[in-house]
């Protein structure tokens, strides 16, 4: 079986300030690993995937996460908050691409003026 | 940008009835799902559908639940007799390579 645990359900930022949120599986198998973000009523958008490439992966609105095999973690990081950026953010874990995804608890950022 | 979309956004239903949540898919994918999430817990899969056949499924899709892709761009869920533990939020989502979501289906079980 295949898990996700989100470390923080809320996380508060200033405007500018390093977004870190972090992720960590658990996989008895190689792991496809993504994040991604629902707005406010609106559905979920992936951000980034990792599929066994490169372990730096690079994802929309200037986010990008790195794969840690000896970690077990996938944390997600934007180096400068914009107020646009507040949402609910979950990582997530599969064995293949089109396989069912198995969801943390997720994120909810908040961005301070 | 092609997008999965749902209808209806919020529907409200007696204990007992049945109700048909529908999606339509991004037109050229070719794998299905349905998740949903209680109020305050996880997003948990319920279902996928491959080639119009059900391909995996949890322990919560139990025989009250169905699925079917009635004419080649719909996707509905059927709860048969629905329970109060069945409010969540609904969400449809296909793929070809990875899962795009719609916006999701309130249900609420009264």
């Known amino acids: 079986a295949q898990s996700v645990t989100q470390l923080g359900s809320h996380v508060s930022v200033s405007e500018g300030a390093l977004v870190l949120l972090r992720c960590n599986y658990s996989?008895?198998?190689?792991?496809?690993l993504f994040w991604y973000v629902q707005y406010p009523n609106q559905g979920l958008q992936l951000l980034l995937k990792y599929t066994s490439a490169a372990t730096l992966v690079k994802g929309i609105n200037g986010f990008e996460a790195e794969f840690k095999k000896s970690e077990t973690s996938f944390h997600l990081t934007k180096p400068s908050a914009h107020m646009s950026d507040a949402a609910e953010y979950f990582c997530a874990v599969s064995v293949a691409n089109d396989y069912k995804l198995s969801f943390g608890a997720g994120t909810t950022v908040t961005v301070r003026a | 940008e092609p997008e999965v979309t749902q209808t209806p956004s919020h529907q409200v239903t007696q204990m007992g009835q049945e109700v048909i949540l529908r999606c339509v898919p991004i037109s050229n994918h070719l794998y299905f799902y349905w998740y949903r999430q209680i109020l305050g817990q996880k997003v948990e899969f319920l279902v996928s559908?491959?080639?119009?056949?059900?391909?995996?499924k949890s322990e919560i899709f139990d025989d009250q639940f169905s699925v079917e892709r009635p004419d080649g761009s719909n996707f509905t869920l059927k709860i048969r007799s629905t329970k109060l533990e069945d409010s969540a939020m609904y969400f449809c989502?296909?793929?070809?390579?990875?899962?795009?979501f719609g916006p999701g289906t309130r249900l609420t079980v009264t």
């Open positions: 989502a296909s793929s070809v390579s990875e899962q795009y």
């Open positions: 996989s008895s198998v190689p792991p496809y």
């Open positions: 559908f491959y080639n119009n056949e059900i391909s995996e």
